[in-house]
């Protein structure tokens, strides 16, 4: 077996293909598919100032990196790194650790904003008296202060590492749990440009596999040492993960036609719900957008947390 | 634990509630549900000339003694039974004997028509040259004589007896396998009303799961005593039978929520594909409708069962 390009020593095999490449080639093919993703779907534009979302994980620092690289030259481009420190001991604070130095030998400037410090608790003090599911909160606080402390940074979009199994599985998860009008607000690019409230979301690694992604960072010599978030055994997303592995490694392909099939309702979907998707409520507590009269933080706010 | 309306022993718990009911007011909640689809959907219409898709099996059964049963008073609306002998040693063979018992009971017309007949082979003798997925021939040979004999019988509509747990698994399988378009022809009724090649199909146990239609079957005392089908382990469906069973198990209701997303998408679906829908070719050599210049019974006439 030898590299399709240059018939070096291959070091992966491409998925849903016969195709085996050498690290220098498949680091280009890696990099040359996040272009082609950003001037496809058009994710950046002049005078963005863009805010990655990190975590110290491999799919954000490889984002983060190739952004860099990417839009070096780039004058009117501005980047800024923000991590949202969730309190997971011996987890998050390993791997924002991490960020810290990569960010530093990147000159990438960083932002840490904490649960402790905006909402008073960590995520492992508020889970001593919460006792549903860990995701459902911490996702709810996490999106809120990503999109709270970008609209504060001024940022004209918001960057973040999903790849392609996250969305796949998003989508399944829509689909299960009948949330079709959710659906209309995937894709590798999602959000209301008009609505200074709500910042644009893009996702520069959405047609590149967990598995890829993963080669990317370990090739590169930054991949995470740190293990999966020790709530996440208990998540939905997990089962479905799970799950679509199997198929994947039964039916290679799987992930892919799932992406595809969306991609294909995608534009029928923005139509169809259109009015549902620009009829953003604003909180009444604390004005950030939301689909009801008071947003699910400041619900969990007056509840769960000042408990 | 007694039933909701009558307080008598249960006999069932319905699928995606806390409601408990006993054999009379299941049987009534099931025979209600079937009319409602029925009637919400205008599966039958007047002087309507019924085929219904027969094998001997739980749910081809409960849906024809229903039919006959929901149609008894309607002399403009005829119904005959159809079955298709594969030719499955030890399978087929058993639950047609039971079939032709029913409909002799029943006073409905059984016609029966076999692969042997009308290709010169039966499945098993197919099997023995053809090395690839059991049901992908297999479906296509049956579903070409279903439309080719309900023609010819000068059918209006043919019905099916898919439950929702068969509609979940075809919604899955068609994503998982970027077949967006072809989801278009799924739903509680399909086809084209004004092309004569293609007898509309029609689903009146749709809304009703697999353990409801079970349940049934067992209590009027047709339950089928025959096996899976021997070749059933082999398919894709299987595995995605098998993924959805664990989900409901862990997650009550997943397989309704993904009807129900469904047919919120079903509309935009059959407008977005109205002309690939209507779009329908003749096949070269038989003249039934079919995706491609010729269909693939008749390729499968030329290459494999010819051999």
């Given amino acids: 077996m030898v590299c399709k390009n240059c018939q070096e020593r291959?070091?992966?095999?491409?998925?849903?293909?016969?195709?085996?490449?050498?690290?220098?080639?498949?680091?280009?093919?890696?990099?040359?598919?996040?272009?082609?993703?950003?001037?496809?779907?058009?994710?950046?534009?002049?005078?963005?100032?863009?805010?990655?979302?990190?975590?110290?994980?491999?799919?954000?620092?490889?984002?983060?990196?190739?952004?860099?690289?990417?839009?070096?030259?780039?004058?009117?481009?501005?980047?800024?790194?923000?991590?949202?420190?969730?309190?997971?001991?011996?987890?998050?604070?390993?791997?924002?650790?991490?960020?810290?130095?990569?960010?530093?030998?990147?000159?990438?400037?960083?932002?840490?904003?904490?649960?402790?410090?905006?909402?008073?608790?960590?995520?492992?003090?508020?889970?001593?008296?919460?006792?549903?599911?860990?995701?459902?909160?911490?996702?709810?606080?996490?999106?809120?202060?990503?999109?709270?402390?970008?609209?504060?940074l001024k940022a004209t979009k918001l960057a973040t590492g999903h790849n392609l199994d996250d969305e796949a599985q998003s989508i399944v998860m829509n689909y299960f749990k009948n949330n079709i009008k959710i659906s209309a607000r995937l894709g590798p690019i999602t959000g209301i440009k008009k609505d200074e409230k709500f910042i644009p979301r893009i996702k520069p690694l959405y047609f590149l596999t967990e598995k890829e992604v993963t080669a990317y960072a370990f090739l590169k010599g930054f991949m995470d040492k740190f293990n999966e978030c020790p709530n996440s055994p208990y998540s939905y997303r997990g089962q479905i993960r799970d799950m679509l592995n199997d198929f994947e490694a039964k039916y290679p392909g799987t992930k892919h036609s799932i992406i595809m099939s969306f991609l294909e309702l995608l534009p029928v979907l923005k139509e169809n719900y259109r009015n549902n998707l620009h009829a953003i409520n604003y909180c009444v507590s604390c004005s950030e957008p939301c689909s009801q009269k008071e947003c699910k933080t400041c619900k969990y706010i007056k509840t769960v947390i000042k408990l």
């Fill in 10 to 152: 291959p070091v992966i095999k491409l998925t849903n293909s016969n195709i085996y490449l050498c690290k220098n080639c498949f680091i280009k093919y890696f990099e040359k598919k996040v272009k082609k993703t950003i001037s496809d779907y058009k994710l950046i534009e002049k005078n963005d100032n863009i805010i990655i979302a990190t975590s110290g994980g491999k799919d954000s620092t490889s984002l983060l990196y190739l952004l860099k690289k990417i839009l070096k030259g780039r004058k009117d481009i501005k980047i800024i790194a923000i991590a949202i420190d969730e309190g997971i001991h011996n987890y998050r604070d390993k791997s924002l650790e991490f960020l810290k130095i990569f960010c530093q030998e990147h000159e990438v400037e960083l932002k840490i904003f904490s649960y402790k410090e905006e909402f008073g608790k960590s995520l492992d003090e508020i889970l001593k008296t919460y006792k549903g599911i860990p995701c459902s909160i911490c996702g709810v606080l996490r999106r809120y202060l990503l999109n709270k402390k970008s609209k504060e």
